[in-house]
């Protein structure tokens, strides 16, 4: 799909307020199960050692993918952080623009990190982008297929940011009045890059606290992506043992998968969550 062609999702309301006010709990209890449920997650089909690169969501480090990336080391990847410190925290911008233009710069630093990993291992990356990051991630395939072999993005807000929880404290950010061009233009920059030739999978959580479903989904060519319901909350993606087991399934080829959801020891969790 050109960017000249993507309309904002009409529906742009946030999650409702019981999801958000739980996400501190729901983190929490993801973290308790990942442990608990160690043992499935051991059973997942073993990776082939191909470079997964995490990319943190705003404001996050590399110690929010920490947990992710071990888990994603021991199927037998090998799992990088991003390495460029806290995401979009020196960000100091007076319009969508200037967050525009900060996106972009950040995007041309990510691809010269994938070019030398890919040169240095000969092997396409893997990108899993949380939240902003995985704005990052769609918008880099776009531009560098090159180097990245499958994208995975988790609580992504692809449309209209008044659809997030955090739309009001963000534009506090602003001194003028974002327009409906602004908030376009920041939907476009996704799409940008060219023609979409990776797969993407776009993982979003209709109990998301932070991310509203309305703008959850990946707008880009649907011959490569694909969307998927999970049960999550927002801060818990990279925590979350379904959401482990959902990424290490899909990782590898699909005579090796097996159906996550037959497990009887999964099912306690996917029941708790449904929130």
């Known amino acids: 799909m050109a960017a000249s062609e993507l309309r904002f999702t009409p529906d742009l309301r946030p999650p409702r307020l019981h999801h958000s006010l739980m996400e501190a709990g729901r983190v929490f209890l993801e973290m308790g199960s990942s442990a608990m449920l160690a043992p499935v997650l051991k059973a997942l089909p073993k990776g082939d050692g191909h470079t997964v690169m995490t990319i943190p969501g705003f404001m996050g480090a590399d110690g929010s993918t920490s947990r992710l990336r071990q888990f994603l080391n021991g199927r037998g990847y090998r799992a990088i952080p991003w390495g ?4 979009a925290s020196e960000v ?6 200037d967050f525009i233009a900060h996106r972009a710069a950040m995007e041309d630093r990510l691809a010269q990190r994938i070019e030398q990993e890919y040169l240095a291992s000969g092997a396409r990356l893997t990108l899993i982008g949380w939240s902003l990051g995985g704005l990052y991630a769609v918008a880099l ?6 180097w990245i072999r499958q994208v995975v993005t988790l609580g992504t807000p692809y449309g209209d940011p008044r659809g997030t929880a955090l739309y009001s404290v963000m534009g506090a950010l602003y001194d003028n009045e974002v327009d409906e061009q602004g908030l376009q233009r920041w939907v476009e920059h996704t799409y940008s890059g060219g023609r979409l030739r990776v797969p993407v999978l776009a993982l979003y959580s209709e109990s998301d606290g932070v991310v509203g479903v309305g703008i959850a989904q990946c707008q880009a060519s649907p011959d490569y992506v694909t969307n998927m319901a999970v049960m999550a ?3 818990g993606f990279p925590f979350n043992p379904l959401v482990f087991a959902v990424i290490a399934n899909h990782l590898v080829e699909p005579h090796e998968r097996w159906s996550i959801c037959s497990s009887e020891r ?8 449904d929130v």
Do not use: T
Request: include cysteine; proline fraction near 7%.
């Open 266 to 273: 999964l099912r306690p969790f996917v029941a708790v969550q």
């Open 84 to 87: 460029f410190g806290r995401n």
């Open 233 to 235: 909350s927002h801060v």
């Open 92 to 97: 100091r911008s007076r319009d969508i623009d």
């Open 141 to 146: 395939a776009h531009r560098c297929p090159q």
